[in-house]
Every structure is written in structure tokens, then in C-alpha cells.
């Protein structure tokens, strides 16, 4: 690291999403922090829209800010975030998804917990709340899409984690454990999930008594929910895919607890079908008895028949081809 290095680094992980990026951009580079003390990694996971375009113009128009791009040519969220992590410059790097909006003091909160704890978290994350470009369904609770470990800045317990579009993390860790795996997460327009858990979980397993998580409820990170998201067969295909992962995830434990899990899917399944079915009430909404109640039966649907050997995947959205910037 050099005596100009920044503090931190920004990895913003981005395909066929110029429409929205600058708004995340632009959150980025109207920070509290002082501008010569982070950087910015924009990484193209093979784009073809307008993604390179949007990105230099913005460049243009901030030059104390360092704006890097970085193209990624093998789609995939853990290939984009390998690439860029691994190109920071500074020993802290935080992540963000394209569809995010930072609060002004994100980056300085986050950077905060590194300096003054003790002793240094290897991870720090904190709140993401969901935010509405179109109007929201009357029946949609913003809970469906908010992720929060409370109102109380503590550290994790075990098997807890962060998600991917607020977490931060020193970069030796991940450099001592590899990175993301790149079997997980959204590959192109494919609803795939876990990326980030399954890099909490790894390390978890063989660092329990010495791993520091900590979360802040300072570091806010609003997320942009698509019209698609809030319907009922995205909420359960997300489930689903949700016990997929798990199941994927327990590839890599003993046959004992494999085979623990695997017919504890089984009762999980049948019991949580059967408390579903109990639930359905008359007067009440059946699209949120449907996300709240079916959405555990779903995940475990999911994991069984991954168990199984069946494995499946969703397209989340439409993506609309424009030019490739070279």
C-alpha cells in the first residue's frame, strides 16, 4: 500500500444497469468522507448496454474521487466481486449492488468501526431499507425487503452474516479465504442467491471462537425494489432458491449431518405445509399469507429437492440490449 492509498474501497458490481447506476453513483461520490480517502472500483460483469459510457461521463465530471472501471468478462456476481476486491488499493473494501443508494455517512461510519474498535473487525455491515421507484402494492410490507440485525450497534453471533449490498471487509480476509465462491449468486438475468452467506458460513466453520463481525445500524444502505419484486412468485422462487443454496451449502458437511439435514428438510417441509394451511384466514390478504406463510415451505421445498438432485433456476428480469461500449 502506497503512502497515497486510499482508506477504503468501493466495489459497485454492475450488468446491463446503466439505467440505474448513476444513482448509486452519485450517493458514492457525495459522501461525508473526505473524497481523497476512498475509491470507487466499478465492475462491468460483461455489459452490453451503455454501462463503460455512463461510467466515464460520471469520471469526467468528479476527478478528486478515484473512479476505476474494471471489466469482468465472465458473468457472474462472484467473478465481479473477485475482481474488484482483488484490484482495491486500500486495506478496508466495502461492497454495493447497482440498485443501492448509500446514506451520505456510510463510507465514514463504516471506516469509523475498523479504526476504533478493538480489537479490528474482520467484517463490518449494517441496515438496508427498501426504497420505491414505482408504487409500491398496497398489499407489500416493506419487512418483505428490509434486512436489519436491530437497532443496536452489536457483534454477530455465530451462523449470522451480512448481505452483499452492505458489508464491508478487511482485504487480507479475504484474501486468506479466497473470496467469494463462485458457484453462488446471480449469473446474468438467473435468480441465483448466497454468495456472501456462503462466505460467512465458510469462514464461521473454521473460526468460530476467533471471527468479529460487527454490525452498525449507522451504516444505512437503501435499496431500490423493483416492480417485479414485489409479486408473490418472486418472493417464493427467491425462497426457493434460497433452499437451494442451503442445500449446496451442506454439500461440503459430514454424511452424518447431511443426512440430518436432509430428513429434517423432509419434516420441515410436511410441518411447515401443514402450519400454512392453519393460517389461512378468510378476510386476510392471500398474497401476504402466501409470501409469509409459504415462503419457509418454499425454502424447503427448495432444499429438498436439491437433496434430491434437482436443481432448477428462475430468470428475474428482462434485460434490454443496447450498444457495447468498447
Not at 476512498?38 to 478528486?64: L, M, R, W
Not at 438467473?190 to 464461521?204: H, K, P, Q, V
Not at 428438510?265 to 405445509?273: F, G, P, T, Y
Request: proline share 4%; net charge neutral; hydrophobic share 40%.
Amino acid at each position: 500500500m502506497t503512502l497515497n492509498s486510499p482508506l477504503i474501497s468501493v466495489v459497485l458490481c454492475t450488468h446491463n444497469r446503466a439505467s440505474v447506476l448513476p444513482n448509486a453513483l452519485t450517493s458514492l461520490l457525495t459522501q461525508t468522507l473526505e473524497q481523497l480517502a476512498y475509491e470507487i472500483i466499478v465492475v462491468d460483469n460483461a455489459s452490453t448496454d451503455g454501462t463503460c459510457a455512463v461510467t466515464k461521463e460520471i469520471q469526467a465530471h468528479f476527478p478528486v474521487v478515484a473512479i476505476r472501471l474494471v471489466y469482468e468478462p465472465i458473468q457472474g456476481l462472484g467473478h465481479a466481486r473477485n475482481a474488484g476486491w482483488a484490484s482495491a488499493r486500500s486495506r478496508y473494501v466495502a461492497f454495493i449492488d447497482d440498485d443501492c443508494i448509500a446514506e451520505r455517512n456510510w463510507l465514514q461510519t463504516i471506516l469509523e468501526c475498523y479504526q476504533q474498535l478493538q480489537p479490528e473487525p474482520w467484517s463490518v455491515g449494517g441496515k438496508i431499507i427498501p426504497v420505491y421507484d414505482a408504487p409500491k402494492p398496497s398489499w407489500f410490507k416493506d419487512a418483505y425487503e428490509t434486512d436489519t440485525w436491530g437497532e443496536q450497534a452489536r457483534v454477530l453471533k455465530e451462523g449470522e452474516s451480512f448481505t452483499g449490498c452492505n458489508m464491508s471487509w478487511r482485504k487480507d480476509i479475504l484474501e486468506r479465504y479466497g473470496g467469494f465462491d463462485v458457484t453462488y449468486d446471480m449469473k446474468g438475468e438467473s435468480l441465483l442467491l448466497a454468495g456472501d452467506t456462503e462466505l460467512y458460513r465458510r469462514i464461521w466453520s473454521g473460526n468460530a471462537d476467533n471471527c468479529f463481525f460487527y454490525y452498525t445500524p449507522q451504516a444505512i444502505m437503501h435499496h431500490t425494489i423493483d416492480p417485479y419484486k414485489m409479486t408473490v412468485s418472486y418472493q417464493l422462487k427467491r425462497a426457493f432458491m434460497s433452499g437451494q443454496a442451503s442445500c449446496a451449502m451442506a454439500q461440503l458437511e459430514s454424511l452424518l449431518h447431511k443426512s440430518v439435514l436432509f430428513f429434517g428438510s423432509i419434516a420441515q417441509l410436511m410441518w411447515k405445509s401443514l402450519l400454512a394451511l392453519s393460517r389461512i384466514r378468510p378476510r386476510h390478504d392471500w398474497r401476504n399469507w402466501a409470501v409469509e406463510e409459504l415462503h419457509p415451505v418454499m425454502s424447503h421445498c427448495g432444499r429438498f429437492m436439491a437433496f434430491l438432485g434437482v436443481r432448477t433456476s428462475f430468470r428475474q428480469r428482462t434485460t434490454i440490449v443496447r450498444t457495447q461500449c468498447s
